[in-house]
Antibody, heavy 118, light 110 residues
Framework: QVRLQQWGAGLLRPSETLSLTCAVY????????WSWIRQPPGKGLEWIGE???????NYNPSLKSRVTISVDPSKNHFSLKLNSVTAADTALYYC????????????WGQGTLVTVSS | QSVLTQSPSVSGAPGQRVTISCTGT?????????VHWYKQLPGTAPKLLLY???NRPSGVPDRFSASKSGTSASLAITGLQVEDEADYFC??????????FGGGTKLTVL
């Protein structure tokens, strides 16, 4: 069974860079997009972006200028960097795996609460 | 502001039927992309509830069903139970190569 374990800093000051990493256990890179999704407190889900098996990335147009998603296939890890954060970036961040075939988000990490505050 | 629009809340008594709507545009739901539904309990990650418009993963009861028409989709829950109380999200894909979600609907079982 696939399991995602994520980690990263939970408290940032405005203008700093958010950095999260996700390890994928029990699964492979093939057939899936490795994605990041966030959820502000009490609000809905927002897709941040993803990386596909070929290493190509797709980003949410509203965040594209600040986001970088990368992968280390040798470790089955993928990472998120979001620069120049503001209070509006405060959210629960999930790493996830989306099926290329069905487009469903089949697996989720446990979530990391990132708070941006001065 | 979510790309897909859902009503913020819906409620019903045990045993009743409720529906949750999800409205998109011609670049996502209206473009023919499938709509999927997720259930989120407090403090947990969302979990896939229905996929490909009306397919249920193993373990999901047939009280849950979905449909799609034009630029909208809906989730129906019949025989409402207390354990159905949760947040429900719709998800689709967009021609801009983006995954899109609804803002979520909070279901309260009275």
């Amino acid at each position: 069974q696939v399991r995602l374990q994520q980690w990263g800093a939970g408290l940032l000051r405005p203008s700093e860079t958010l950095s999260l990493t996700c390890a994928v256990y029990g699964g492979s890179f093939s057939g899936y997009y490795w994605s990041w999704i966030r959820q502000p407190p009490g609000k809905g889900l927002e897709w941040i972006g993803e990386i596909n098996p070929g290493g190509n990335t797709n980003y949410n147009p509203s965040l594209k200028s600040r986001v970088t998603i990368s992968v280390d296939p040798s470790k089955n890890h993928f990472s998120l960097k979001l620069n120049s954060v503001t209070a509006a970036d405060t959210a629960l961040y999930y790493c996830s795996i989306r099926s290329i075939i069905s487009n469903t988000v089949d697996f989720w990490g446990q979530g990391t609460l990132v708070t941006v505050s001065s | 502001q979510s790309v897909l629009t859902q009503s913020p809340s819906v409620s019903g008594a045990p045993g009743q039927r409720v529906t949750i709507s999800c409205t998109g545009t011609s670049s996502n739901i209206g473009a023919g992309y499938d709509v999927h539904w997720y259930k989120q309990l407090p403090g947990t990650a969302p979990k896939l509830l229905l996929y490909g418009n009306n397919n249920r993963p193993s373990g999901v009861p047939d009280r849950f069903s979905a449909s799609k028409s034009g630029t909208s989709a809906s989730l129906a829950i019949t025989g409402l139970q207390v354990e159905d109380e949760a947040d429900y999200f719709c998800q689709s894909y967009d021609s801009s190569l983006s995954v899109v979600f609804g803002g979520g609907t909070k279901l309260t079982v009275l």
